[in-house]
């Protein structure tokens, strides 16, 4: 007899002894779970994220990043931030961006939605704000020049599903930039906590080549070890003189 499971799993542990593979794997949340886990997590999410550090090491990052997003014609660049959260990209980037651009936040949960949204108009920045699933895009093949995610991708159950999405709504030319929590104790912690996935910068790079993407450099997420033994960045680029036809892949984390 065999035991159906159509929850999708996310992989926690796997040896191989002999002739023995000992594999651990758990439960993903489902869209509504984490929709709801955001949703009561938001009002405190900007003192936490504060308290780690995170908002100076998104500003390294991206003071790594937007001088290439400065190059070309002077119209606004389109940027697009994938599970915005409370918007700490987002308000990252514009302290570092020395150019105009036209910013699209999306987030599963409505309420860290509507606290990036005060927290954008607050510091002056206008946003389009779309409740969305970053799993299905609500937006044409190539239409943004920057697509940014920051500790979304691993929350998903099929995590290829959505990085194959922003590789699509990223016009050719434009830039990728993926952080992620990376294989490691602090990894194992959020993973246990979150029921989320684990990468590491290889296989993130990895999935980009497959997707066509070039250009692919893996970035120190700030200048604390704290911040930098969490997470792991990787950015690449989506080439000007071919068409993006790489098959989805499937992400093979822990």
Request: charged fraction near 20%; aromatic fraction near 6%.
């Amino acid at each position: 007899m065999t035991l159906e499971h159509h929850t999708p799993q996310i992989p926690v542990f796997e040896r191989r002894l002999g002739s023995w593979q000992i594999a651990v794997s758990r439960d993903s949340f489902g869209t509504d779970q984490l929709r709801a886990a955001y949703d009561a997590c938001a009002p405190c999410w900007d003192r936490k994220i504060g308290r780690l550090g995170f908002p100076s090491a998104y500003r390294d990052l991206l003071g790594q990043v937007a001088a290439g997003l400065n190059e070309g014609d002077a119209a606004p660049v389109k940027v697009l931030d994938c599970g915005v959260g409370t918007g700490a990209m987002s308000l990252a980037l514009a302290r570092e961006m020395p150019r105009a651009f036209d910013l699209t936040a999306v987030d599963i949960s409505p309420v860290m939605l509507q606290e990036a949204s005060a927290n954008l108009q607050g510091a002056g920045i206008g946003c389009r704000a779309d409740l969305a699933d970053i799993s299905a895009l609500p937006y044409d093949s190539d239409s943004f020049d920057f697509v940014m995610c920051a500790h979304a991708l691993e929350h998903l159950a099929k995590p290829e599903t959505a990085l194959a999405e922003m590789c699509r709504v990223l016009k050719p030319g434009g830039s990728l930039l993926l952080v992620t929590t990376r294989k490691s104790l602090l990894g194992t912690f959020v993973q246990l906590k979150w029921r989320t996935h684990r990468f590491d910068a290889a296989m993130v790079q990895q999935q980009l080549r497959q997707r066509g993407l070039d250009q692919l450099t893996t970035l120190q997420v700030g200048a604390r070890r704290w911040t930098r033994f969490w997470s792991t960045a990787v950015v690449g680029r989506k080439p000007a003189d071919r068409e993006n036809t790489a098959p989805g892949i499937a992400m093979a984390a822990a």
